[in-house]
């Protein structure tokens, strides 16, 4: 019903920059919160950044300052530009999106991409 597909991420060195981008597609009547997670080996998936349909941010204190994320109401779309990107950055990195299917409810649920390896590496 509702598919959100990943794009971006790799291999990059420390210093470096790289965009990752989520589309959602299906049904879709509202989109509310859409935010980026990340999740190391051995660690716990951790918030990066997410944002609210109206704009507004929120940020994980390590990527602050780094870390940009955006969104495109019109296309469906959250975007998250990393720049310089350190060792600890390395991680599979999903987005969220939590989605309103049908108008007549309230009824919410929360949605994940594939998954895209980000690895920061000389």
């Known amino acids: 019903q509702v598919q959100l597909v990943q794009s971006g991420g790799g291999l990059v060195q420390p210093g470096g920059s790289l965009r990752l981008s989520c589309v959602a597609s299906?049904?879709?009547?509202?989109?509310?919160?859409m935010g980026w997670y990340r999740q190391a080996p051995g660690k716990q998936r951790e918030l990066v950044a997410d944002i609210g349909s109206a704009g507004s941010t929120n940020y994980a204190d390590s990527v602050k300052g780094r870390f940009t994320i955006s969104r495109d109401n019109a296309k469906n779309t959250v975007n998250l530009q990393m720049n310089s990107l350190k060792f600890e950055d390395t991680a599979v990195y999903y987005c969220n999106a939590v989605i309103k299917s049908r108008p007549y409810d309230n009824i919410w649920f929360s949605y994940w991409g594939q998954g895209t390896q980000v690895t920061v590496s000389s």
């Open positions: 299906g049904s879709i009547f509202s989109i509310n919160a």
